[in-house]
């Protein structure tokens, strides 16, 4: 503990050891806050794998990934750094994502093997399905783009991936195994079939789009929600925006909230999320701003009537709608989120 303080720098840093952790069902320990790695095609891989080495610096031991978002070669030697700095690798929690190009079954290993090689780690503490469509799309395509070869969710296909993710545990490449952008009917099917059921569900959270139905059925169920975007992803790609969305950073509730704790609304949605019980990997790569998320865990809390007003503001508004998954003409996006409790028909 005193070796650690002594590490930091001065100032504003985060005491890893203060910041609170949800457990899993394994035992193991996943700090409650995170530093989200997508840089919306606004930021640089560089500026996110500097942000990366001095969040940890600062206190952050917990970095969201995926081979999709192109920065794994860069942050892998940031994490090096951090590590010869002092850090120890079993501090870390690594998470990574197996992309929707590489669901076959030969090509799950080698993608994991790969994301390991470029962030130079030996194994991930945490490896997703990150979306449940194996349709791929190339990066910052607009939503009207679509998969020639798209498919919907297949739940014998999904369970192919997940074996091979079941045997990257057994291969000792990966701590756990989880999902993302699940629902519930998809996650039933995964929870009844799996031999090593999922230890996360990554899902969109934040205050104008609480989930209360996944969230409760997640928890319930022994599974860690990690919540992204749980600032509203205020920078997301343009193509992911419509006309609709609402922005909870303006919200009055939050802006209330902020005034009165002197801070920004964006600190307000990672209190509320850290004191909920889901687990919040905001994007930043400002250090004011991820020393402020990460410092949201550890003061001030918000009181039981603010929680209450917070859970009072939820708009149902889904801000990562998925278009480019769709895979047939004439649907809608909410056709992937199964909206009626049963899985879309093919
Ligand atoms: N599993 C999935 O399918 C999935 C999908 C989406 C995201 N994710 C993960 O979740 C992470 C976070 O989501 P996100 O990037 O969409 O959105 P987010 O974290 O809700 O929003 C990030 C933006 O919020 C602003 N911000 C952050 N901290 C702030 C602070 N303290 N004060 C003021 N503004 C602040 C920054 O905007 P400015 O730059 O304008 O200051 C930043 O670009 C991603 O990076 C990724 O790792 C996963």
Not at 19 to 41: H, N
Not at 256 to 267: C, F, G, T, W, Y
């Amino acid at each position: 503990m005193d070796s650690q303080l002594s590490r930091l720098p001065a100032g504003d840093s985060v005491d890893p050891a203060q910041v609170p952790y949800r457990s899993v069902y394994t035992g193991a320990k996943i700090p409650a806050v995170g530093l989200g790695t997508f840089g919306s095609d606004r930021f640089s891989g560089e500026a996110i794998a500097e942000a990366v080495k001095d969040a940890i610096q600062s206190g952050y031991r917990h970095i969201d990934c995926a081979a999709v978002y192109g920065n794994e070669h860069l942050i892998g030697p940031a994490l090096r750094e951090a590590m010869m700095s002092g850090v120890r690798r079993e501090e870390l929690w690594i998470t990574s994502k197996l992309w929707n190009d590489k669901h076959d079954e030969k090509d799950v290993i080698p993608a994991c093997e790969k994301s390991l090689r470029d962030l130079g780690l030996d194994y991930l503490d945490l490896y997703l399905i990150h979306w449940p469509f194996p349709n791929y799309h190339a990066p910052g395509v607009d939503v009207s783009s679509r998969d020639p070869h798209a498919k919907p969710y297949i739940h014998e296909n999904y369970m192919k991936t997940w074996r091979q993710l079941e045997k990257l545990v057994e291969m000792g490449l990966v701590r756990h195994i989880g999902t993302s952008n699940m629902t519930i009917p998809k996650l039933k099917l995964v929870l009844r079939d799996a031999r090593i059921k999922p230890a996360a569900n990554e899902m969109e959270l934040h205050p104008h789009f609480q989930q209360p139905e996944l969230f409760k059925f997640v928890v319930d169920n022994g599974i860690v929600p990690i919540g992204f975007s749980p600032i509203g992803s205020p920078m997301r790609p343009d193509r992911d925006k419509t006309p609709d969305d609402t922005v909870d950073i303006e919200d009055p509730v939050i802006v209330k909230i902020a005034q009165r704790l002197n801070v920004h609304p964006a600190v307000v949605c990672i209190k509320w999320a850290v004191q909920r019980g889901q687990v919040p990997i905001p994007f930043s790569v400002n250090r004011d701003q991820y020393v402020s998320n990460l410092r949201a865990a550890v003061t001030d809390p918000l009181t039981d009537e603010e929680m209450q007003a917070i859970a009072g503001i939820d708009k149902n508004c889904r801000l990562i709608k998925g278009q480019v998954f769709l895979w047939k003409d004439n649907q809608t996006w909410e056709d992937l989120w199964d909206v009626n409790g049963e899985i879309t028909p093919a």
